[in-house]
Antibody, heavy 123, light 116 residues
Framework: QITLKESGPTLVKPTQTLTLTCTFS??????????VGWIRQPPGKALEWLAL???????RYSASLKSRLTITKDTSKNRVVLTMTNMDPVDTATYYC???????????????WGQGNLVTVSS | QPVLTQPPSASASLGASVTLTCTLS???????VDWYQQRPGKGPRFVMR????????SKGDGIPDRFSVLGSGLNRFLTIKNIQEEDESDYHC?????????????FGGGTKLTVL
């Protein structure tokens, strides 16, 4: 059974750095063809992709947020960490992590998601 | 990168069928799109991936046979037959684009499906 769970603060102040952890089970980020990404969703709004890390340590970032994001993985602990600097109230959102997998037919979508971590940015 | 457009809302009666549409921007007719279901207060759930030729790969875990997809031109459709109350959700489409430093993952605005 594949599960992912986000953890981190629910409230951060403007200008602070947000650190979120995705802890997963049922798969390994040391396996070829596996990736874990972060996606956020402001209240009542659309999904927005943030970053992805892959088994080979390749990383991908949203162009508009790249300067503020860092994604790292700890394969031994089955964790992926996202940091976002200089938080602003517009960054208030539910932050999700999700898995990406390469099937025999090629790369698939984000096939397993966590339940999300609502982060409010306010002083 | 592509832009994905979805109608903001749709409705269907219990037991009826509904087709949701995700439209790719011009020039991206060969792109695959993923459909996600998001029930109220929950995280998204992968439904399936669809290309111009239909489903790509397998459905997500636990997705009923009532859900099917079709691709045509710039449109990627999700059809739900025999709608149940549990199908009332937001449905999002998404697509990955590019590689390396120009990689991006884009999502549509989502369609809220109401079951009457």
């Amino acid at each position: 059974q594949i599960t992912l769970k986000e953890s981190g603060p629910t409230l951060v102040k403007p200008t602070q750095t947000l650190t979120l952890t995705c802890t997963f089970s049922g798969f390994s980020l040391s396996t070829s063809g596996v990736g874990v990404g972060w996606i956020r969703q402001p209240p009542g709004k659309a999904l927005e992709w943030l970053a992805l890390t892959y088994w080979d340590d390749e990383k991908r970032y949203s162009a508009s947020l790249k300067s503020r994001l860092t994604i790292t993985k700890d394969t031994s602990k089955n964790r992926v960490v996202l940091t976002m600097t200089n938080m602003d109230p517009v960054d208030t959102a539910t932050y999700y992590c999700a898995r990406r997998f390469r099937y025999s037919s090629g790369w698939g979508g984000l096939d397993y998601w966590g339940q999300g971590n609502l982060v409010t940015v306010s002083s | 990168q592509p832009v994905l457009t979805q109608p903001p809302s749709a409705s269907a009666s219990l037991g009826a069928s509904v087709t949701l549409t995700c439209t790719l921007s011009s020039g991206y007719g060969d792109y695959k799109v993923d459909w996600y279901q998001q029930r109220p207060g929950k995280g998204p759930r992968f439904v399936m991936r669809v290309g111009a030729g239909g489903i790509v790969g397998s459905k997500g875990d636990g997705i009923p046979d009532r859900f099917s997809v079709l691709g045509s031109g710039l449109n990627r459709f999700l059809t739900i037959k025999n709608i149940q109350e549990e199908d009332e959700s937001d449905y999002h489409c998404g697509a990955d684009h590019g590689s390396g430093s120009n990689f991006a993952w884009v999502f549509g605005g989502g369609t809220k499906l109401t079951v009457l």
